[in-house]
């Protein structure tokens, strides 16, 4: 697993809904959470890069979320 904290996870599904999960499926979650969060960083360069900007913005990352519903 990367970044994502198996802990953080898991507090999270525990207190969203009182139940527990398995080390199995919070990997999975993670994996999936790596994975979206790859292709809104690559979107978010990529349109920075299109502004002639060298950072990153809130902005960029809220119009990948408009664009693309998520």
Do not use: P
């Not at 994975?35 to 349109?47: L, N, T």
């Amino acid at each position: 697993m990367g970044k994502v904290s198996k802990a953080e996870i898991k507090r999270l599904v525990k207190n969203s809904s009182g139940i527990a999960i398995s080390d199995t499926a919070i990997e999975s979650i993670a994996k999936l959470l790596e994975a979206k969060a790859k292709k809104i960083a690559e979107y978010a360069v990529k349109r920075a890069k299109a502004h002639n900007r060298d950072v990153v913005t809130e902005e960029d990352v809220d119009t990948y979320r408009l664009k693309f519903g998520d």
